[in-house]
């Protein structure tokens, strides 16, 4: 079975600075995908990044990046220009390609509360 | 833009009652997902349906939960008889087939059992 570990329980960063969410996870899958999630307090989940483990290239969407590396299992997030309103809880989830019943379901981390200082 | 409706948002109820919850996903949609999450933890697939079919509910705990999606549209999620432990969010999700079409989230019905 696939395993998601985020081992951040808690992270801060100031206003205008830069932070990295860290995550790793498990599987003896070849192709896969990763993704990011917020959500804000009492405001529901919403995407904000995901990666195609085939791709070499890190994905990108305006102040959020991944560091994808695939041989170490790792998927970060790195937050840039952090603003008040990236204050949430981050999940990284794992998500497979293809094979048995359960290929399209998201397997969660444990998240990552994001404090953001004005 | 479109977005999963769930319903009630705020659920309390006693123990050994029984409570059930309603999603309406994003129109189109094939795969409904009800996941449930633990205060600070990461959500938990519950059920997986594609179209009306179940496709995954090995979490489900099946003596005392059960959901449906009779059309194949919207899905409710009953639990019976609820014990403290359930005291959790149920979130719903939809998404198009296939694996890199992204979740979409409900809201969420937060749930207390006292």
Redesign the interface.
Known sequence: AQTVTQSQPEMSVQEAETVTLSCTYDTSESDYYLFWYKQPPSRQMILVIRQEAYKQQNATENRFSVNFQKAAKSFSLKISDSQLGDAAMYFCAYRRVSGGTSYGKLTFGQGTILTVHP | EAEVAQSPRYKITEKSQAVAFWCDPISGHA?L?WYRQIL??????LV?F?DESV??D?QLPKDRFSAERLKGVDSTLKIQPAELGDSAMY?C?S?L?G??S???????TRLTVT
């Open positions: 795969t997902y600070g933890q990461g959500p938990e697939l997986q594609q496709v995954d090995s979130l999700a998404s087939q694996a890199n992204p979740l979409h989230f409900g809201n969420g």
